[in-house]
């Protein structure tokens, strides 16, 4: 399984939440901007590209104990949205870049869907 | 939950309503007019009055989207009718989250439309993509047309937006949360906790029987139904607040359903 580390170094991705390990590993892939679909649609140990930055999106995450969140478009959370993210384990990653660019790469590193 | 949110559990019986000032007003929260581009041709500000009247309305809320320039001429359409007209605006968030900012007066409605102005993109509307943006007077006479694009979201958070709304003294109502779009549990999924809001607005449709069992989070919640008015036949009288006149510090004290103010609501039948 690839882990967030690999992850981060293919796509060059800015790591928000630095006091988290990053040997988890990453089962599939979800993306969405809507958080009620996130909640119906995102499975445990998923990353999850989004380019919303609101403090709901780490208790969404948190919720089904995903592995990571790809905020896109360089979205920047608030600090409290970090502090949330960090008490709760759960790596925040940035891109400038687009939705679409974050999921062709992640599937160009062989990250699939999870129906 | 947070000290600002107050669980509800059944509307206060009106037989606590002891103080013999306390009279019903029909309300519609949310009305758009010819400001908004989606809104008809028809929702200008005498005939809104005349029709609010006749279906019953003692209190309405002006709630273009991200604008309150037609709330003026709204509330001096409405003067000496016996309907009242609060100033508003529907915001639509950074999250794309629909928010009714209503205030009292129109003085705080225009500092609060000149900040999310200032964070609105700067991109010109479409007419023939979204419809026009009319300024209209009282009688509805035609005074500009809204370049800008109002038909997207403000660069501000929904927190934020609650605060600032709250500061200027506004009452912060998340819009038509039952919606599959633009709507609070839609894009944000739950409540953001110590969010300062006292109440939710449900669209005209929703009927508890069925809304509470797709969204059991409702129940916690005082819920206003509004008309979301694009054209005259969607205003609804269908939410009565019990309340001594029709102003903010009132509703506020209805929707918690203190010293004898409360309201009421009749959800459509099936």
């Known amino acids: 399984m690839i882990t967030l580390k690999e992850i981060i170094e293919a796509l060059n991705l800015e790591l928000l939440t630095p006091g988290l390990g990053l040997n ?17 649609g995102a ?16 208790a969404v995450a948190s919720l089904l104990s995903l592995s990571a969140v790809l905020i896109t478009e360089g979205k920047r959370p608030d600090p409290e949205v970090v502090a949330k993210a960090e008490q709760e384990g759960i790596v925040l990653l940035a ?7 974050a999921v062709s790469r992640l599937s160009g590193l062989g990250i699939q869907d999870e129906p | 939950m947070a000290p600002d949110t107050v669980p509800f559990v059944n509307p206060p019986s009106p037989s606590n309503a002891d103080d013999p000032r306390i009279g019903s007003f029909p309300a519609d929260l949310h009305v758009h007019t010819v400001l908004s581009a ?18 019953g309305l003692r209190l309405l809320a002006v709630t273009d989207h991200n604008t309150g320039e037609n709330a003026a001429a709204m509330v001096e359409a409405a003067r000496n009718t016996g309907l009242h007209v609060l100033p508003g605006m529907e915001l639509q968030t950074r ?45 509805g006479e035609w005074i500009r047309t809204e370049e800008r694009l109002l038909a997207v979201s403000a660069d501000i958070s929904l927190e934020e937006a609650v605060v600032r709304v709250r500061r200027l003294g ?13 709507s609070l549990f839609a894009n944000l999924g739950l409540v953001p906790p110590g969010l300062a809001i006292s109440a939710l607005e449900v669209s005209r449709n929703f009927r508890p029987a069925e809304g509470f069992i797709r969204r059991p989070q409702l129940r916690n919640w005082p819920l206003l139904a509004s008309g979301d008015a694009h054209r005259l036949e969607d205003l609804r009288a269908v939410t009565r607040f019990r309340i001594v006149s029709p102003c903010l510090r009132e509703i506020e004290m209805a929707l918690r359903g203190q010293e004898g103010r409360c309201f009421e609501v009749d959800w459509p039948a099936r």
């Not at chain 2, 506004?170 to 039952?178: E, F, K, R, S």
């Open chain 1, 43 to 58: 499975k445990k140990d998923n990353i999850w590209v989004t380019l919303q930055s609101h403090m709901n999106v780490v």
């Open chain 1, 24 to 40: 988890r590993g990453v089962t599939a892939g979800y993306a969405s901007d809507l958080l009620s679909c996130v909640m119906a």
């Open chain 1, 95 to 101: 891109t400038e870049r687009n939705n679409y660019y």
């Open chain 2, 38 to 55: 989606c809104a008809e041709v028809e929702m200008i500000p005498p005939l809104i009055v005349s029709q609010a009247l006749s279906v």
């Open chain 2, 95 to 139: 999250e794309e989250v629909h928010l009714l900012c209503l205030f009292d007066e129109v003085f705080p409605l225009e500092a609060w439309q000149e900040e999310v102005f200032r964070r609105l993109p700067p991109l010109a509307n479409r007419e023939d993509l979204f419809g026009p943006q009319w300024v209209v007077d009282a009688t």
């Open chain 2, 170 to 182: 506004g009452l912060p109502v998340p819009a038509h949360v039952d919606r599959p779009s633009f």
